[in-house]
């Protein structure tokens, strides 16, 4: 069965510390993607890494992707309120690019 | 340009009814996808499609039909309403798989309650 497991599931943080998400899956897939949610809203993309080894960055936020070991991170920086959200990770399967998703990660930045 | 548009956005059904939420986008994209997400959950893919007149199913098929006779329309439909079907319905498509189109865009949901 195609599994993607994020961890940790829910995370509380304090505003201006550093913390990782952890994204690994059960199969062979060179594109991952990372999406945010916000309570009662859609999903918007944040990354969309294509090969392994691939780093992209926008703002705080810092996306990895190791294909070998079928691991991503999603590495938060100097957090601040406004990330609060819920993070999902999504993996490529198929030949018509059908994701298989993570259950998400909750985020609540504390002031 | 309006993206992925979704009707409606929200419902309650009875059990044993019938609908058809509608999705439309207005970027010409081949490719389009139906989701549900329970709540707490990931997504989970209900049936894809990649151009008019193809679709396929996914992981959670049962219970629901699509179509798509043009290339932005790809509605969904439930037959016969139950339960388990209390869920927030995306639709989302996606451009060529070449460059940098792989993103999918989703559509603001459709929150459906069946009792």
């Known amino acids: 069965e195609l599994k993607v497991e994020q961890n940790p599931l829910f995370l509380s943080m304090q505003e201006g510390k550093n913390y990782t998400i952890y994204c690994n899956y059960s199969?062979?897939?060179?594109?991952l993607y990372w999406y945010r949610q916000d309570p009662g809203k859609s999903l918007e993309s944040l990354f969309v890494l294509l090969s392994n080894g691939a780093v992209k960055q926008e703002g705080r936020l810092m996306a990895s992707l190791d294909t070998k070991a079928r691991l991503s991170t999603l590495h938060i920086t100097a957090a601040v309120h406004d990330l609060s959200a819920t993070y999902f990770c999504?993996?490529?399967?198929?030949?018509?690019?059908?994701?298989?998703w993570g259950a998400g990660t909750k985020l609540i930045i504390k002031p | 340009n309006a993206g992925v548009t979704q009707t409606p956005k929200f419902r309650i059904l009875k059990i044993g009814q019938s609908m058809t939420l509608q999705c439309t986008q207005d970027m010409n994209h081949n490719y389009m996808y139906w989701y549900r997400q329970d709540p707490g959950m990931g997504l989970k893919l209900i049936y894809y499609?990649?151009?008019?007149?193809?679709?396929d199913k996914g992981e959670v098929p049962n219970g629901y039909n699509v179509s798509r006779s043009t290339t932005e329309d790809f509605p969904l439909r439930l037959e016969l309403a139950a339960p388990s079907q209390t869920s927030v319905y995306f639709c989302?498509?996606?451009?060529?798989?070449?460059?940098?189109?792989?993103?999918?865009?989703f559509g603001p949901g459709t929150r459906l309650t069946v009792t």
């Open positions: 999504a993996v490529d399967v198929g030949s018509n690019y059908q994701l298989i």
């Open positions: 499609s990649v151009g008019a007149g193809i679709t």
């Open positions: 989302a498509s996606k451009g060529p798989g070449t460059g940098t189109s792989y993103e999918q865009y």
């Open positions: 199969t062979t897939s060179d594109r």
